[in-house]
């Protein structure tokens, strides 16, 4: 009955174990945070509603959202308007919108791995190959171009990069992005950039690949910025030749994005960057704290997140991943296997840190008392 590319579909690793999980598990598994919204753009939705905004709108997304939006990133590419904004229902709708336009049969696309777990299904459901390529800790969780090129064929189209990174937590410094780019240009390549996390990083400013490349499709999401995860809104953002194709398949996939959502970013991005800075602070300190603890506890190996809010350490244990997992879920602490991510992250574990202060520590000295009974 079913088509063969949803039989070949496993369900995420992620919802699998999230679904086991009882009143009593403190998670550190789900990938949002544990901020409610801003109260001025609940209200500013609430608004929005009231004065009619309820019905069908542009396929596109509102105009002023694009054009606030444009304005923005116009950092990055100083020529930026609203034509080269489309609105999605969250990120998973403008990977589903691209790949869709972008594949055809046995195109292959370049995905990382360990790497969130969409890619690779999006683009088997758009009918082409996902190809990955290793992300590793040994490299900060930054591509190698020497990698990419290993894997590359003339089936390749377009490559897809997270940074910040989901579930490593690493950030690409500028000169990876311009070797990833140059690497693009010369072989014709696609770069599809999930930057999703670009206001969560902890150092240093994020890096964006716009304004580095024609041929860029940068990704991007209100949820993790503004705490808006289950309101459903994202964009992207490349040249408005490529923005009007992308919008054909946006109509026959959502006809448009909803309306008061739209209101509700709005006025987030032109009121609530006091809101990101204050969950930022409070991301780093239980940053700080996971790294500590972690590479406390014998048989970890922590690398420092530079973004996002996972940390992704190595263990060296005498079990999988999974099972480290399934012990952990036993005593009440959710965390996430590596290689539900891809092969690649077998040997690690993925943990959020979008939890309060109190319950990480209490996992903490969970996981290491689980821990000390495998010595």
């Known amino acids: 009955m079913f088509s063969r590319r949803v039989k070949e579909l496993e369900l995420s690793g992620i919802r699998k174990y999230f679904e086991m999980a009882t009143e009593d598990t403190i998670s550190l598994g789900i990938g949002q945070p544990d901020f409610q919204p801003p109260e001025g753009s609940i209200k500013a939705y609430n608004e929005a509603m009231q004065n009619g905004y309820n ?88 591509p190698q171009v020497e990698d990419l090129e290993e894997r590359r064929t003339p089936k390749t189209k377009a490559i897809i990069v997270n940074s910040p990174s989901n579930p490593c937590g690493g950030v690409f410094p500028e000169s990876a992005i311009d070797d990833i780019v140059g690497w693009a240009r010369e072989n014709d390549i696609v770069i599809l950039s999930d930057e999703v996390y670009d206001h969560l990083t902890y150092e240093k400013e994020h890096v964006s690949f716009l304004g580095k490349y024609r041929k860029v499709i940068m990704v991007n999401s209100f949820s993790k910025r503004f705490a808006m995860t289950g309101w459903r809104v994202g964009f992207v ?111 690690h574990i993925r943990i959020s840190y979008a939890n309060s202060i109190e319950n990480i520590k209490k996992a903490m000295d969970i996981i290491e008392e689980t821990v000390a009974d495998l010595d």
Request: with cysteine; net charge negative.
């Open 237 to 347: 953002i490349t040249k408005n030749e490529w923005i009007e194709e992308l919008g054909k398949i946006n109509y026959y996939n959502i006809a448009c994005p909803p309306h008061p959502t739209q209101h509700a970013a709005l006025h987030a991005l032109r009121n609530e960057n006091e809101f990101v800075e204050n969950m930022k602070e409070t991301f780093r300190k239980r940053r700080d704290l996971v790294v500590e603890r972690l590479n406390d506890i014998s048989g970890f190996d922590c690398l420092e997140p530079k973004g996002s809010f996972y940390a992704f350490p190595s263990f060296d244990f005498d079990l999988t991943g999974r099972e480290l997992t399934e012990k952990l879920l036993e005593n009440d602490v959710l965390i996430t296997h590596g290689s539900a991510f891809g092969s690649e992250g077998e040997g």
């Open 55 to 142: 019905g069908y709108g542009s396929t596109y997304g509102i105009k002023e959202l694009r054009e606030e939006i444009a304005r923005e990133y116009s950092k990055y590419e100083p020529e930026l308007t609203k034509d080269n904004v489309l609105i999605h229902v969250g990120a998973t709708q403008a990977f589903k919108i691209i790949t869709e336009s972008l594949v055809d049969d046995h195109v292959e696309i370049l995905c990382p791995n360990p790497g969130f777990v969409l890619f690779g299904p999006q683009v088997k459901l758009a009918g082409g190959i996902p190809v990955t390529y290793p992300v590793k800790q040994e490299n900060d969780f930054v």
